[in-house]
């Protein structure tokens, strides 16, 4: 989990030489390096564009009273996550990590497929609205297809694109490739769920850092493995982002790692509080949005320390929470 492969529900970040799907890690006896730091640049900054995007899209007319703004607003609510929501996202988790652990052969395939699909929509879904603004709404016109309703034309001008940086990272795995099927999943999925209450919210966490604690720490007395570093050491899917380590030896790249689970779970919160700081008139800035990012920074960055140091399998949601 982590710097050994990154987990899906939650994951943390761990040190270990040769992680697996062609990605090389830290070596045991390297030290903290300036790319510890840099992933929790690049998990910050994801999240503030995240968060902004999921409370105003672009080119989308948000002023109280509009029409886009109303459709929006009712699209976002439809996605809204509720109380009884987390633990049955925790039992689905559990549930997937254990059939991917026993069946990983059969599963890999499948699972390739999947995520591949979806980063491709995941991909085009960040790129649309800049793409249709560029185009100057020329291909917006819908079409109706059989079995799907109405798609943009865009959506087919995009998909070639989409499928070729999706087949281009399965062709070479390149880490870079990994980097934006990964980012396009982390804001497709900030910008398509959102907390219902803060409520929702205490609750998803918890539960995420007890989900975290099981797998990684206690699986292994129970099932003579640590499932969860099996399982995500075992996928070469994109559910982590990679950072090269600046200062590697050798020939081959060695990188450390942020699983997108340690970005979407606390970045729900920060969609939440900078939600709730534009419906109060509060600044972003003086608010709470701030303050709960800050403390997600402060918390990673000890994370990241610790195993950048001591080379220490760490569930990044025991400091986050």
Not at 239 to 267: A, E, N, R, Y
């Amino acid at each position: 989990k982590g710097r050994g492969g990154g987990g899906g529900g939650g994951a943390g970040n761990s040190s270990e030489e040769g992680g697996k799907g062609g990605v090389v890690t830290a070596k045991k006896d390297s030290t903290l390096d300036p790319a510890n730091i840099l992933v929790v640049v690049i998990a910050a900054v994801i999240l503030v564009y995240a968060s902004h995007r999921a409370l105003r899209p672009p080119f989308v007319d948000m002023s109280p009273g509009s029409a886009e703004a109303e459709a929006y607003e009712e699209v976002a609510e439809a996605g809204e996550m509720q109380l009884q929501t987390t633990f049955v996202f925790v039992v689905v988790a559990s549930c997937s990590l254990m059939l991917i652990f026993y069946f990983m052969s059969a599963m890999a395939v499948l699972i390739t497929i999947l995520f591949s699909f979806i980063a491709a929509l995941a991909l085009g879904a960040l790129i649309y609205p800049y793409a249709d603004a560029w185009t100057n709404n020329r291909f917006s016109k819908e079409m109706d297809i059989p079995w799907l309703g109405p798609i943009p034309q865009l959506f087919f001008v995009l998909l070639p694109f989409c499928g070729a940086v999706v087949l281009g990272w399965l062709l070479t795995k390149s880490w870079i490739l990994n980097n934006v099927l990964a980012i396009s999943l982390i804001i497709f999925f900030l910008t398509s769920v959102r907390l219902s209450s803060l409520k929702v919210a205490s609750c998803l966490l918890i539960l995420a850092f007890f989900y975290d604690i099981f797998w990684v720490f206690l699986s292994s007395n129970i099932f003579g493995q640590n499932v969860m570093v099996k399982v995500a050491t075992g996928l070469d899917v994109p559910i982590k982002i990679l950072v090269p380590l600046i200062f590697s030896t050798g020939s081959t790249l060695q990188f450390t790692l942020i699983g997108l689970g340690d970005i979407v779970l606390p970045g729900l919160l920060l969609c939440f509080a900078m939600r709730f700081d534009d419906s109060k008139g509060i600044s972003l800035t003086s608010g709470y949005f701030s303050k709960t990012l800050i403390g997600y920074c402060i918390g990673l960055t000890i994370c990241e320390v610790v195993v950048g140091c001591y080379h220490l399998a760490q569930p990044a949601m025991i400091y986050l929470v």
